[in-house]
C-alpha cells in the first residue's frame, strides 16, 4: 500500500497504478459522472481475494487543507486509517494512488471485501431479540466514531454492514469518501443519527432509542474497551499511517 499522494510515471508505483485502473472486473458502482467526472467501483477477483477496486477520474472535492481539489478516494483513503487506528471495522486499504496525466486526476483505491457481512438493508428477517442486539452495536460502533468527532456523512442503513459470531452481531462501515472531521463530537453525532433514522427501516422506535441509548455510552467513553470477545477477534488492529508495501 502507498500512501496518497502524485506519482511520476514509470515506477513501480505507477505501474501498480496502471494495473489496477485497467483490470478487469464486474462493475457494482458503474461510472457515475459527477463533480466533473466520474466514479465508479469494480469487484475483482485477485490472489488475495475479492477485492473492490474504485476508480476515479477528475472526481475532487476542495477543502480547506486542499483547496485546489482532493480526489473524494483519497479521503476515504485517509478516513479507512483513521477508523482502523480508532480499531472500528472498516475495508482493508490495499492499495491507494492518484496520478496526474495529460491535465486530469485519476485516482484508485483497493479494498479487501467485507467477507460474511451483510447490509442492513439485506439482513434476513430479524426477531426483536436480535433487532435489539444490532441496534446496540450499531450504537457502539457509529458512538466510538462520533466521539473521535468524525462524521461519516453517508450513513444509510446500506452502509452499515453486520455479521453474526452466534447471537453476538458485528458491524462494519463502509464508504467514507464523504467522511469529514467536525469540529464536535455532538456536530458530527446529529448529522449521522438523523441521517440513519430516515434511511433504515428495521428498527421500531423503541428499538432505535435503545440504540441512541448505545450511541450515548460510547460517546461518553463507556465500554470503550469492552471485552466481548466473538466481536474483537473480528475487528482489525490499529497501526500507524505510514506508506507500506503495495499490492
Aim: glycine share 6%; hydrophobic share 45%.
Amino acid at each position: 500500500m502507498i500512501e496518497s499522494g502524485i506519482l511520476p510515471l514509470f515506477t513501480p508505483a505507477a505501474e501498480k497504478h496502471a494495473y489496477w485502473w485497467n483490470v478487469a472486473g464486474e462493475w457494482v458502482e458503474a461510472p457515475n459522472v459527477r463533480r466533473h467526472g466520474w466514479s465508479g467501483v469494480l469487484r475483482v477477483r485477485h490472489d488475495v481475494g475479492i477485492v473492490y477496486v474504485k476508480r476515479q477520474y477528475n472526481h475532487l472535492c476542495r477543502t480547506l487543507a486542499h483547496p485546489f481539489g482532493w480526489p473524494t478516494a483519497s479521503r476515504e483513503h485517509l478516513h479507512l486509517h483513521v477508523l482502523r487506528q480508532l480499531e472500528l471495522n472498516v475495508p482493508v486499504p490495499l492499495f491507494h494512488a492518484v496520478m496526474r496525466r495529460a491535465g486530469a486526476v485519476e485516482a484508485v483505491l483497493v479494498t479487501a471485501a467485507l467477507e460474511g457481512f451483510a447490509p442492513l438493508n439485506a439482513l434476513p428477517r430479524l426477531d426483536h431479540i436480535e433487532r435489539t442486539a444490532v441496534a446496540r452495536e450499531v450504537g457502539h460502533v457509529v458512538g466510538r466514531m462520533h466521539r473521535a468527532r468524525i462524521q461519516h456523512s453517508c450513513l444509510y442503513d446500506k452502509h452499515v454492514m453486520v455479521r453474526w459470531h452466534g447471537a453476538a452481531p458485528e458491524v462494519a462501515l463502509l464508504d467514507l469518501e464523504k467522511a469529514r472531521a467536525r469540529l464536535t463530537p455532538g456536530a458530527a453525532a446529529r448529522h449521522d443519527l438523523d441521517q440513519l433514522r430516515r434511511h433504515q427501516d428495521l428498527w421500531s422506535a423503541p428499538e432505535w432509542e435503545l440504540l441512541l441509548a448505545s450511541h450515548a455510552r460510547a460517546m461518553a467513553g463507556a465500554g470503550a474497551a469492552r471485552g466481548d470477545a466473538q466481536r474483537e477477534a473480528g475487528r482489525p488492529r490499529s497501526f500507524e499511517v505510514r506508506p507500506q508495501a503495495g499490492v
